[in-house]
């Protein structure tokens, strides 16, 4: 294995879109979809975590190589390719599963997440919300929630949401692109 990979764990609203970003980035060697911070017990369902009831978010646990892309880089490209300043709602999608969150993974990840939210303040109008907290159990999305992107460009959700947090992410950071 790779002694350069690193793990990050991000939730920026539907993780269809937030895994569809990073899988266009230089350095990033995986992005799994999943469930984490929630609180119901066992394993979680999409049916559930659509509920709203178990509290947990849709993120992505992206597997990348620090040598190509830096975590800051990963949490810039984060920043910017979702909205961090509206609480449990990206776009039309609302509920808690929704929510911006970043779970760190040590005390590294922490100080640099906490840095990074501080720096792109800035750039918004509205106040970041982006939850920070040390990461839970992350459970694996069930398998029709893997590439989801790739799998069904046609589809209406693609065309209309995805597809403009693909080109902003191209307007941003084209330099990070494969």
Same mark, same amino acid.
């Given at each position: ?7 990050? &764990? ?56 620090? &040598? ?27 509920? &808690? ?82």
């Amino acid at each position: 294995m790779n002694k350069n990979l690193q793990v990050a &764990t991000l939730g920026g609203g539907c993780f269809w879109c937030t895994e569809a970003v990073f899988q266009k980035v230089k350095g990033v060697e995986k992005v799994v979809s999943g469930y984490a911070g929630g609180n119901a017990p066992g394993r979680p369902t999409y049916r559930e975590i659509c509920s709203g009831l178990t509290g947990h978010a849709e993120v992505i646990r992206i597997t990348f190589d620090d &040598t190509i892309i830096s975590y800051e880089d990963i949490l810039v490209i984060f920043m910017t390719t979702h909205d961090p300043t509206t609480l449990n709602r990206q776009g039309a999608d609302r509920g &808690t599963q929704y929510r911006s969150v970043i779970y760190y993974h040590d005390e590294t990840q922490q100080k640099i997440a906490t840095e990074v939210l501080k720096q792109m303040q800035p750039y918004y109008s509205d106040k970041i919300i982006t939850e920070l907290s040390a990461l839970p159990t992350f459970y694996e999305a069930e398998k029709e929630h893997q590439n989801y992107y790739r799998e069904n460009t046609q589809q209406g959700y693609c065309s209309y949401v995805i597809e403009p947090k693909l080109a902003k992410l191209r307007q941003l950071h084209a330099d990070k692109l494969k």
